[in-house]
């Protein structure tokens, strides 16, 4: 019996399966699978925003895609400042009105929305329901020529129901606007029911495919166009609607905030000095700089492999080929592939020694927790130095040095460093964790496909037992 699998991103392969009478069509990897995610997405859910809009600037971008037909409801209530005159979401009736407002029918200082970059906005005042005539992005603005006619912050929530949609507002999830950068990191681990059973030896059985295939769907959704399919844990970081700068999407769609134990003791002058000569970024095989070094690892090699696998950390395939025939084959015996390839990058000259990943069955193709590790050319206290630079695929973008596709990252990084840091504390593999913040930090950069991310530039740094 044969299997055909096609895919135009791969070539055509040819699977035997021994002593089967029947035909089966697998989809293994990127484009094909995109269809099966899209088909097993309907009907989308309604998701819950919360940011804090301020007045001291025209627009804010809230970082959330709306989908076409969407209806978008916006409430908003004052953030009052501890000092001058508030601004109410409906305007200031004692502000005089310039006919060169952005809404000139609206009262000065009054909240206001509008869903294309350079689209006419409207007016949202204290409640608004918005209809999203063609797809876009959500920004929230201030009614005002100049310098606002009030002081403070808007508290601004928003639902969004797609078009055929159903409403999920029973169980919101939410990406609460912050103005610290620092609070924007969003430790994870996985919390919704996953669609497989962990075997004996660390291998997911998928026994719900049809569920799989929706997870999925709703994750490559959840990135791809800033939606949301999990509650954020009460109390918990979020992302951050910065001002001038988009919210990042949620560090994992299926994921839940935690807070990490970090250890108080300083580091080793000697150790910290190790570190402030690393380089701060890895780059791509045509020396382009790229994802920023976020976490270091202290610890032997099976010391560092028997914790990440612990951690519910799997090893990256390293062949595209050899990966698609282990996809089909893993699929047809409805077991989850989580091991899908990642790019070569670079750090002390040469390629990443290893790669890990985490992602839910079927997801992993446009989603997935990942990071890249190198051994460092030193040691401390007679153990390996592992150096490793971690982000969040969430969907897929254009590739800037080639016009490709390539996978989109979450650009607040520091939330998949924190994941990663949380994975590993959850175990009793880590004696315990510091963040370090080395000069020069990495803070606002580009990876070396084109696609923006933020950090507040410090390094987690992992002794492992």
Request: proline residues 8%; aromatic residues 6%; glycine residues 8%.
């Amino acid at each position: 019996m044969e299997a055909i699998i096609r895919d135009p991103c791969f070539a055509v392969l040819h699977v035997e399966f021994p002593m089967k009478s029947r035909a089966i069509s697998l989809l293994a990897l990127p484009c094909s699978a995109l269809f099966v995610l899209l088909a097993a997405a309907s009907p989308l859910s309604a998701q819950d925003y919360k940011f804090t809009i301020p007045t001291t600037q025209p627009w804010t971008d809230t970082g959330v895609d709306v989908p076409t037909g969407a209806v978008v409801a916006i409430t908003a209530s004052a953030n009052h400042p501890s000092g001058g005159s508030a601004c109410d979401p409906a305007g200031v009736s004692s502000a005089s009105i310039s006919p060169n407002l952005p809404v000139a029918s609206a009262l000065p200082g009054a909240l206001i929305a509008r869903t294309q970059e350079n689209g006419a906005p409207t007016l949202v005042g204290a409640s608004q329901e918005v209809r999203v005539p063609q797809a876009g992005h959500l920004y929230l603005g201030i009614n005002a020529e100049g310098a606002p006619p009030c002081q403070g912050s808007f508290a601004v929530k928003v639902h969004i129901t797609p078009a055929g949609g159903a409403d999920a507002s029973a169980a919101p999830a939410s990406s609460e606007s912050l103005t610290d950068k620092a609070s924007a990191a969003k430790p994870a681990t996985g919390t919704q029911p996953s669609a497989g059973t962990q075997t004996a030896g660390g291998e997911k059985e998928v026994k719900d495919i049809k569920g799989a295939l929706s997870t999925a769907a709703q994750t490559w959704l959840t990135g791809q166009f800033g939606t949301s399919t999990a509650a954020s844990a009460p109390g918990a970081p979020t992302s951050a609607a910065t001002p001038g700068g988009a919210a990042a999407p949620s560090s994992a769609a299926v994921a839940t905030a935690q807070t990490l134990k970090i250890s108080n003791v300083p580091l080793d002058l000697q150790f910290r000095s190790k570190i402030d000569d690393l380089p701060r970024r890895v780059n791509d095989e045509f020396q382009h700089p790229g994802d920023m070094v976020n976490f270091v690892i202290v610890g032997n090699l099976k010391k560092v492999q028997e914790a990440l696998t612990a951690a519910d950390w799997h090893p990256a395939d390293t062949d595209v080929k050899e990966s698609v025939l282990k996809a089909a084959l893993e699929t047809y015996q409805k077991k989850a592939y989580l091991a899908m390839p990642m790019s070569q990058l670079y750090l002390f000259g040469r390629v990443q020694d290893y790669g890990y990943e985490q992602a839910e069955p079927y997801a992993v193709v446009a989603s997935r927790h990942h990071f890249r590790i190198w051994k460092a050319p030193f040691q401390w206290n007679g153990q390996d130095v592992w150096v490793g630079a971690g982000t969040h695929d969430i969907g897929f973008e254009k590739d800037q040095r080639n016009g490709k596709v390539t996978h989109k990252i979450d650009p607040a990084i520091d939330g998949e460093r924190d994941n990663i840091g949380a994975t590993l504390q959850k175990t009793d593999k880590a004696k315990n964790l510091t963040y370090y913040l080395p000069p020069n930090p990495v803070q606002d950069a580009r990876n070396a496909t084109g696609g923006g991310y933020h950090s507040d530039g410090r390094i987690l740094v992992v002794v492992l037992q």
